[in-house]
């Protein structure tokens, strides 16, 4: 993760993530797609002054994908907290981070790799922890249900 | 061995350049200010702050402070450039015209100090001298030779020869001589009798963004990195340069400093200066490290379920540990300069202390006094 401040060549007095308008192709790096299996996968652009990681997580089933779907866009719409979070996931992906070169001022660099890391590791733990609980949930309300007329 | 003074100055530094004598150093603390410090060599002072110097409306990307004549020159994201000099107490700014239309980049006064030179992100190259007649800074350009942001530039100790990197990675050597400022007879270079803005040399070794060149105390050799974490010497720099390209297995460097003309020290995201050297056989390979990585202390637990009991609290607590920083710089090093007093100054002598100061606002001051015993213990 090798950014540095750049002042953008198009525009005057901006300065813009490279990696997010991709003017000048000089600017940006070769894109790294890594996949686990067909429906796992994550997508690693660069530039010079930003980076950006989108990741497609595992959904077995109709009820995975719902669940995925509201968890992630219930982070999304926070990712001003999270500082290094994209509002909306680059298309075909689920949820995308954009680390700037300004984030790496602020912030050190390993501790940002850690909490991409983390995240990923943490995110299939709690989409099945959800399942888990969804399903408990509608077996003991079914149960309940039922019992009347038992 | 070799880190003798730490002064953490800022959240983040963008630039930094020392006075003749080494007692201020002007620095730029990631803003739109210039803070000049008075600095002292005792690695256990703090230094003070005594001028801040305020006048570009954006990011200041370059300092360069020229020792004999005093003057500190700026430039900033803003397309602009300020030329300062001390009044009695006072820092007074002449702006430049430089006629940009993007952000300047870098910036260095030459070895005579009656120009200076900019690159910038127009894809142009600004050099600048005093007309006399007006008083003011007068700047002539260097258009449509690069492809992409220029992304740092260096003076050879002749006065004539400009040296600039960028992101379309290539180095390129340009003369940049200018009738009436400099002599005829300093034109005579090792390509004959060049005109301004004539490209001599277009060196494309790197694979990436190159930057941070810097020529060596003769001229007679360059060095510049490239982003594909290479490093790059060229020797005999003329019609016929030879060249020696040395790819590292670590993070890129973003900037040198030759120390003489066997010895080279670079920084970069490995957040730790490396030493080069060439010897008998004028081959340059890579010395050591020059910080002494501490190794972090190993964390106790009493029992096997103690840590993976503590490896399961990943949300409140830092399992990750082993990857802190263990360097004197805690982020990347971004600028390397002499520590060379003007009336120490000699061609012939090796610089023995620089300093360096990166992205995790630190100045670090180093000594390499001792570097040839270290040396001889690393051969076997």
Not at chain 2, 38 to 61: F, G, T
Request: charged share 25%; glycine share 4%; proline share 3%.
């Amino acid at each position: 993760m090798c950014l540095q401040n750049f002042p953008c060549q198009e525009v005057e007095r901006h300065n813009k993530p490279e990696v997010e308008f991709k003017t000048c192709k000089e600017l940006l790096l070769n894109p790294i797609l890594i996949c686990r299996n067909e429906s796992e996968k994550c997508l690693i652009e660069s530039s010079i002054n930003s980076l950006r990681i989108s990741i497609k997580v595992k959904q077995a089933d109709e009820l995975e994908n719902i669940l995925a779907k509201k968890f992630l866009r219930f982070l999304s719409m926070r990712a001003e907290s999270f500082q290094v979070l994209r509002r909306k996931p680059v298309q075909g992906y689920d949820i995308s981070f954009l680390i700037t070169n300004f984030h790496c001022e602020e912030m050190f660099k390993h501790r940002l790799i850690d909490f991409v890391v983390a995240f990923m590791e943490g995110i299939d733990k709690e989409i099945s922890e959800l399942k888990l609980s969804v399903n408990t949930r509608g077996r003991l309300v079914a149960t309940e249900f039922l019992r009347q007329f038992t | 061995m070799a880190a003798v003074g730490v002064q953490h100055l800022a959240q983040c530094i963008t630039c930094h350049a020392w006075n003749s004598d080494m007692s201020m150093v002007a620095l730029c603390p990631n803003n739109n200010e210039v803070h000049i410090y008075k600095a002292s060599m005792d690695s256990n002072s703090v230094w003070e702050r005594v001028y801040v110097l305020e006048k570009h409306e954006q990011l200041v990307s370059g300092i360069d402070w020229a020792p004999k004549s005093n003057k500190i020159v700026t430039c900033s994201h803003d397309r602009n450039s300020y030329v300062w000099s001390l009044e009695g107490d006072q820092w007074q700014a002449t702006l430049v015209i430089l006629r940009l239309n993007r952000a300047a980049t870098s910036v260095e006064w030459s070895p005579q100090e009656n120009k200076f030179v900019v690159g910038s992100g127009a894809k142009t190259v600004c050099v600048c001298y005093y007309e006399e007649d007006n008083n003011w800074w007068v700047s002539k350009l260097i258009r449509k030779k690069h492809h992409s942001t220029i992304t740092s530039v260096a003076w050879h100790p002749n006065n004539v020869l400009l040296a600039t990197t960028s992101t379309d990675s290539k180095c390129r050597i340009f003369s940049a001589f200018i009738k009436g400022v400099d002599a005829r007879k300093d034109a005579t270079t090792a390509f004959g009798d060049v005109k301004f803005g004539e490209e001599l040399i277009q060196l494309d070794l790197a694979c990436g963004w190159s930057f941070g060149v810097h020529w060596s105390p003769s001229g007679n050799s360059l060095a510049y990195v490239g982003h594909d974490s290479t490093i790059h010497f060229v020797t005999d720099v003329g019609p016929n340069p030879r060249a020696r390209s040395i790819s590292l297995r670590h993070l890129p460097l973003r900037d040198v400093l030759f120390l003489s003309e066997t010895r080279l020290v670079a920084g970069g995201f490995d957040c730790n200066p490396m030493l080069f050297g060439s010897d008998k056989s004028r081959i340059w390979e890579f010395i050591s490290f020059l910080d002494e990585v501490k190794r972090p202390a190993e964390t106790k637990t009493d029992t096997v379920f103690a840590a993976a009991k503590g490896k399961f609290k990943w949300l409140g607590s830092e399992p990750f540990e082993e990857n802190a920083p263990t360097t004197t710089h805690e982020n990347c090093i971004t600028m390397i300069r002499s520590l060379a007093p003007l009336s120490e100054r000699n061609p012939e002598k090796s610089i023995e202390r620089f300093s360096t100061s990166g992205l995790d606002g630190r100045v670090v001051i180093w000594d390499l006094t001792n570097v040839d015993d270290v040396l001889a213990r690393l051969r076997i």
